[in-house]
Nanobody
Framework: QVRVVESGGGLVQAGGSLRLSCVAS????????MGWYLQAPGKPREWVAS???????NYADSVKGRFTISRNNAKDTVYLQMNTLEVEDTAVYYC?????????????WGQGTQVTVSS
């Protein structure tokens, strides 16, 4: 089993920056891609960014040029550097890990970390 735990959320003013971290534990050698999702109040969860084990990244259009996802495989950690934050970025941010498990592929989710951007 793989578990992921996020940290780094908080309150920041618009235009500011935050860096989220997500540490994986368990059978981390089975992790393929990792990613971030967000869920704003009253809205469905949406994908933000993802990164493969080899470092290939993809971003939602809404965050391109502002957010950077990175990964340290030796530390089983993925990061989300968020710059030029906007009030609309306020949400709970969730980390995911896509795992090649014994019984097949599955995605594990963290509990989320709150990011609040004030005007």
């Amino acid at each position: 089993q793989v578990r992921v735990v996020e940290s780094g959320g908080g309150l920041v003013q618009a235009g500011g920056s935050l860096r989220l971290s997500c540490v994986a534990s368990g059978s981390t050698f089975r992790i393929n891609a990792m990613g971030w999702y967000l869920q704003a109040p009253g809205k469905p969860r949406e994908w933000v960014a993802s990164i493969t084990r080899g470092g290939i990244t993809n971003y939602a259009d809404s965050v391109k040029g502002r957010f950077t996802i990175s990964r340290n495989n030796a530390k089983d950690t993925v990061y989300l550097q968020m710059n030029t934050l906007e009030v609309e970025d306020t949400a709970v941010y969730y980390c995911t890990a896509d795992v090649d498990g014994v019984a097949g592929l599955y995605r594990t989710w963290g509990q989320g970390t709150q990011v609040t951007v004030s005007s």
